[in-house]
């Protein structure tokens, strides 16, 4: 006999996951669910003529349909598919209902009639806790996510000791968790630092204080999205030229279809340019990946795109993406 000690619990192994997302994703196609072809976790089901999509994160679903009586059928075929119940009685399943839900550790209030107000109060709360106990007398500032220097990187400066660059680490990594869901004013900040967590010094401790002082006096400061229903997609994207210390530039963008930003993005370039121009051209590359699935992904969920316009700052960039080779020099 072979016998085995698990050192984590089953449910967390890749195998797991794995089979639970084939067996669900069955489950789903048996009773009429189509999966988009451009993202694995959302399924549509026209019922009544109406569109029922449900979007889900292993076993947290979403679901959202105009009928609250075919909500009901629905909930209830996956507490018998899905749902344990205890030997007492008490249930696992949790159904949240109505304006207010909480999903993936954010809170998102659809209080206002064509839009959606998200927030992390609480997750915010945690991480400036953490951030007192490593930085007792900070203060919170309204200036910017990112100062001035952020991008140039002093190879002389001290470096932290080895329980400092833990903590920095970890503020880094909970603080990018933020960002990606409801913080997007941060992202420049925090593409740079997740660069700095292997080997961090005092100088971008102080930048990580800056930052967290921002965080700190706008902890209240929500993300509220809305579209216009105009069918117009709208990205705007930009470049800094030669910003980082290997004179590669830094790509920034952004997805708005009325108000607020959905999607953003801010990276460092994958290769060195020689002029703006050039910087330019490759963050629109970065960033279009992006633009053509949003189009994509909005096309199969039914929502029509009249226009996907990319909007730059840079003549010469636009000249060149338009005409091509016409609008090339030798250069």
């Not at 449910?11 to 489950?27: D, E, I």
Request: hydrophobic fraction near 35%; include cysteine.
């Amino acid at each position: 006999q072979l016998v085995v000690q698990c050192q984590n619990a089953i449910y967390g192994t890749m195998v797991t996951s794995l089979l639970y997302y084939r067996k669900f994703c069955k489950s789903l196609t048996s009773v009429g669910f189509e999966f988009s072809p451009y993202d694995p976790c959302v399924a549509n089901k026209i019922i009544n003529g109406k569109q029922m999509t449900i979007a889900f994160h292993v076993d947290d679903c979403k679901l959202s349909h105009e009928d609250p009586k075919e909500m009901d059928k629905i909930i209830e075929w996956l507490r018998t598919e899905y749902e344990s119940i205890f030997e007492d009685g008490s249930r696992k399943m949790t159904v949240s209902r109505g304006k207010v839900h909480t999903y993936l550790g954010m809170t998102l209030d659809y209080k206002v009639r064509g839009q959606v107000k998200i927030t992390m109060f609480g997750y915010i709360e945690e991480i400036l806790k953490a951030f007192d106990k490593a930085e007792p007398n900070s203060r919170g500032a309204k200036t910017s996510a990112a100062p001035d220097n952020l991008f140039k990187v002093d190879e002389d400066c001290e470096k932290l000791t080895p329980s400092k660059a833990k903590e920095f680490h970890n503020l880094v990594a909970k603080t990018l968790y933020a960002t990606k869901r409801a913080r997007p004013d941060t992202c420049t900040a925090i593409a740079f630092l997740t660069t700095r967590v292997r080997e961090p010094n005092t100088d971008d401790w102080a930048k990580l204080v800056h930052m967290m002082s921002y965080i700190k006096a706008t902890r209240q400061l929500p993300l509220i999205l809305s579209a216009n229903g105009s069918g117009i997609v709208k990205w705007w994207i930009d470049a800094s030229f030669g910003v980082h210390p290997n004179m590669r530039g830094h790509t920034g963008g952004g997805l708005s279809m009325g108000r607020g930003f959905p999607i953003v993005n801010s990276t460092k370039q994958k290769l060195n340019t020689r002029s703006s121009t050039e910087s330019e051209i490759v963050g629109v590359d970065d960033c279009m990946p992006a633009i053509c699935w949003t189009r994509y992904f909005m096309e199969a969920q039914g929502y029509g795109v009249r226009e996907n316009i990319v909007y730059q700052d840079n003549q010469s960039a636009i000249l060149m993406e338009k005409n091509g080779k016409a609008s090339s020099s030798k250069r």
